[in-house]
């Protein structure tokens, strides 16, 4: 039995809202550790579009999705918080004023504060139910894109009609030697931008566009050779490709996040706006996976959401000391505790 970790808040999740909640936390002078079940740092940003371009964070006017990752982790360097990687966090319990927290692999923690920064919960890709699909997973098959230039030159095959679906054949077309897009409906549900750039693309015979088809198969031996999709009227056709992408979108299941007692509303925590604490004290709610009137699921929401939850974690995790609002320009303590120069 492994023995607990002690500490003044555990973070559940790795995204950008759990990393930036880490920030605060730690300019505070708490503690933090965190936990998340991917092999890696980031959340969607990282997982899901670490390439794209997104534009909407304060102050920077671009970054990818793996930048900002990378940067958040540069500003919660001087913290050494420990994260841990491949293990979800499996069930909550109260012990007197702590919460207790146990992992999947068996690690417990023990804390006044439990943050869950979980996202859309424990996600995983929605796979189509065929059988050479899951036989050519890593052999040419990817629910994301970890790195690009991987598809230059090649003739990919996209499966998806949503954002990740058109962003990739918007990027993708600038590299590859050929795209084809295959979407089940006819409609687009993406933004309109996007939509009409791939079919100017389209135009310039940089995409082949099939709309009202599906993937029926995929055909090779060590490799993809081609696919096989149908349209509605059972007709099919043959794309030879190298590589295949499907976007189907993520399962949003909450896994163990279900069994933890909280206020839930359409697979979301239900939190105040004062300080983002769910319906037990000492446990908060923030980014996607939080709930309240007017929430928008952006980024810069989830950063707002963990700075005044640290607030209430402070009072929690350090009930005789009082807690003074001091901007970080001219606090000497938030000075120490990044490791600057007085
Ligand atoms: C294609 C795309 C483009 C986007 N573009 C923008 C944009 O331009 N601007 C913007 O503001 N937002 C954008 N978003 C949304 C943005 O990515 C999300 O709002 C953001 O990632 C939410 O951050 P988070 O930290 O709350 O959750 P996530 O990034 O989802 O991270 C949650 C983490 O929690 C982990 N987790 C869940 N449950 C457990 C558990 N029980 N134990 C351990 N770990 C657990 C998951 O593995 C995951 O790593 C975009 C999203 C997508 C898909």
């Known amino acids: 039995m492994t023995d607990h970790i002690k500490t003044d808040c555990l973070v559940i999740g790795a995204g950008p809202v759990g990393l930036f909640a880490v920030f605060e936390l730690g300019i505070l002078g708490l503690k933090s550790e965190v936990v998340d079940n991917l092999d890696k740092i980031g959340g969607q940003c990282a997982e899901l579009y670490p390439d794209k371009p997104i534009y909407d964070i304060p102050g920077l006017p671009v970054c990818t999705g793996q930048s900002l990752v990378d940067n958040l982790t540069k500003q919660i360097e001087p913290f050494k918080t420990p994260i841990h990687l491949n ?8 012990v007197g004023d702590n919460w207790e927290a146990k992992t999947s692999l068996g690690q417990t923690f023990l804390t006044p504060n439990i943050f869950i920064a979980g996202g859309v919960g424990s996600f995983e890709p929605r796979k189509p139910p065929i059988e050479n699909v899951l036989k050519f997973e890593d052999k040419g098959v990817a ?15 996209i499966f998806g009609g949503g954002d990740s679906a058109l962003d990739w054949t918007v990027e993708l077309s600038k590299i590859a030697k050929h795209i084809y897009l295959v979407h089940r409906r006819e409609d687009f549900r993406a933004v309109e931008h996007t939509v009409s750039l791939m079919h100017k693309l389209v135009k310039d015979n940089k ?27 059972g007709e099919i056709e043959i794309l030879d490709c190298d590589d295949i992408l499907i ?7 909450l896994g163990p996040i279900n069994d933890w007692d909280l206020g839930l509303s359409d697979k979301q925590i239900l939190v105040n706006t004062e300080n983002f604490q769910t319906n037990h004290d000492g446990i908060f709610a923030m980014g996607d996976i939080a709930t309240y009137p007017g929430k928008l699921k952006l980024i810069l ?23 003074l609002f001091r901007y970080s320009t001219s606090d000497k303590n938030i000075h120490e505790r990044l490791g600057l120069k007085k």
């Open 143 to 157: 629910y994301s894109i970890p790195n690009k230039e991987v598809y230059k030159d090649k003739t990919v095959a």
């Open 301 to 323: 929401s989830g950063f707002h959401e963990a700075a005044l939850a640290a607030q209430q974690a402070f009072k929690r995790a350090k009930p005789d000391e009082n807690l």
């Open 247 to 253: 976007f189907h979108g993520l399962k949003n299941e």
């Open 207 to 233: 995409v082949t566009l099939y709309t009202n088809n599906q993937l029926a198969d995929v055909n090779g031996s060590d490799k993809i050779a081609n696919v096989t999709i149908k349209n509605k009227n």
């Open 87 to 94: 293990q979800r966090i499996e069930t909550l319990k109260k």
